[in-house]
């Protein structure tokens, strides 16, 4: 393949993340007031914080997606911009509100409530032909909450295969919970980048190895992350399972994404499967260390001395 302006492109879902830590209060409704231990207003969106990482990675990253003219939209581009990414295909409008996320935090675990204005209204025309002509691979998140295009998600896909563009979906989680994943959607992706309960709940199966069998066939890499477990990758040559490093959790918000920013860092540089499946739950660990999707990022300086690399390889052609 010729070399391309960029190496990742995305859509964003622009989003920001309102993070309420709880503390040891449970919400009690019934017009009560309760204290809670602190809270934080950070970039939100899991292609926004994916695209972050990916740049602060060294990676050429790119995306297209829509946030409302108003102080959080403001915040979206500013943090984007200020991690590197590319935001000229991200369009602004008066006429929606960027989307926000509430996340009430306890621990290591949390609910999240989410306005989704800007991240619906995203559809076919906001992705430009010219990104995707430009661009190495795709990376597919949110695909529940872009229920604008949805519709027309094949099309593009299919468009970045005719291109050259390899493809990567991490679906996320469905707030409607019906996990509805249509298979001429799967003929076009590369990697399928699941956490272990979405896969189930995806794949309607009780049991890992078997959830990985549903999609297998159609998808070539099954990734799945496991949280403090670690994570697995699954080909029709085998699987390779790697351990999380036992790290201090601050919140979880956004792991998942930098997980994935992490693994195509190595699949986009041609290294062996357990070598990129090591640098993405590195990354997915590290973020974990500080509040909010992107807080405790990675550069790709401190991953190499994590993963106890110095070579960066080079990009496949």
């Not at 946030?67 to 403001?74: L, P, R, S, W």
Request: proline residues 3%; glycine residues 10%; hydrophobic residues 40%.
């Amino acid at each position: 393949m010729e070399k391309r302006k960029y190496d990742v492109a995305t859509i964003f879902d622009a989003c920001v993340d309102l993070i309420v830590h709880l503390g040891n209060v449970t919400p009690d409704f019934g017009q009560k007031e309760q204290l809670v231990q602190d809270f934080g207003v950070y970039l939100g969106g899991s292609a926004c914080i994916f695209a972050s990482q990916c740049a602060k990675l060294g990676l050429s990253t790119a995306g297209a997606g829509l946030a409302g003219e108003d102080a959080f939209g403001k915040i979206v581009l500013d943090e984007l911009r200020g991690s590197g990414v590319d935001i000229s295909y991200l369009k602004t409008s008066s006429a929606c509100k960027t989307s926000v996320g509430v996340a009430l935090n306890k621990g290591n675990d949390r609910c999240t409530l989410t306005y989704s204005d800007s991240i619906r209204l995203v559809e076919k025309s906001m992705v430009p032909d010219g990104l995707l002509r430009q661009s190495r691979h795709l990376h597919i998140a949110s695909y529940y909450l872009l229920s604008g295009l949805r519709q027309d998600l094949c099309e593009i896909l299919k468009q970045a295969k005719q291109y050259g563009l390899t493809i990567s979906l991490d679906t996320n989680w469905d707030p409607e919970e019906r996990w509805e994943l249509p298979e001429e959607l799967l003929q076009y992706v590369d990697i399928l980048l699941p956490n272990e309960q979405e896969l189930l709940f995806l794949s309607g199966e009780k049991s890992l190895s078997r959830a990985i069998a549903r999609f297998l066939p159609a998808v070539p890499l099954i990734v799945v992350k496991m949280g403090a477990q670690g994570a697995a990758a699954a080909t029709k040559d085998g699987m390779e399972c790697i351990q999380a490093p036992a790290v201090p959790i601050a919140d979880t918000i956004g792991a998942g994404d930098s997980f994935d920013a992490g693994f195509l860092y190595g699949y986009l540089h041609g290294r062996p499967l357990r070598e990129y499946l090591g640098y993405a739950v590195e990354c997915g660990s590290a973020n974990v260390s500080a509040f909010g999707g992107c807080g405790g990022q990675l550069d790709l300086s401190r991953l190499l001395a994590k993963t106890k690399s110095q070579d960066k390889g080079e990009l496949k052609a």
